[in-house]
Nanobody, 116 residues
Framework: VKLVESGGGLVQLGGSLRLSCAAS????????MRWYRQTPGKERELVAA????????SYATSVKARFTISRDNAKNTVFLQMNSLKPEDTAVYYC??????????WGQGTQVTVSS
C-alpha cells in the first residue's frame, strides 16, 4: 500500500496550491479519503474528508470556503485545492485512506509553507 502526496511548497499569502495524493496497493474506490495537517508540537488536524464515490465532503471550519477536496477514482488520486492561503495554513499535509475493512493508511506528508 502506498499513498504519495505531492504539490506542496512555498506560496505567498493569498496564493493557491493543489495537493495530490496518488494511491496504490488497495481498492481506492472502496476507501473514504481524508487530508490532515500537522505543525510541530500540535496534534494532527483533520482538514477535509470525502466519501468513497465523492458525493459527500466535509471541512474543518478554518478552511471551509477556501479548500476543496475531490477525487478521481479512475486515477486513484485525491486532491486538495487550497485557495486564499494564510500563514496559519503552514503545516505538513497528509492524506489518509479509510478502507471499509482493516487499518487506515497514511502518506508521508508534503510541506506547505505560506509566507506573509
Amino acid at each position: 500500500v502506498k499513498l504519495v502526496e505531492s504539490g506542496g511548497g512555498l506560496v505567498q499569502l493569498g496564493g493557491s496550491l493543489r495537493l495530490s495524493c496518488a494511491a496504490s496497493g488497495f481498492t481506492f474506490s472502496s476507501a473514504a479519503m481524508r487530508w490532515y495537517r500537522q505543525t510541530p508540537g500540535k496534534e494532527r488536524e483533520l482538514v477535509a474528508a470525502i466519501s468513497r464515490i465523492g458525493d459527500s465532503t466535509s471541512y474543518a471550519t478554518s478552511v471551509k470556503a477556501r479548500f476543496t477536496i475531490s477525487r478521481d477514482n479512475a486515477k486513484n488520486t485525491v486532491f486538495l485545492q487550497m485557495n486564499s492561503l494564510k500563514p496559519e495554513d503552514t503545516a505538513v499535509y497528509y492524506c489518509c485512506a479509510l478502507p471499509m475493512y482493516g487499518p487506515n493508511y497514511w502518506g508521508q506528508g508534503t510541506q506547505v509553507t505560506v509566507s506573509s
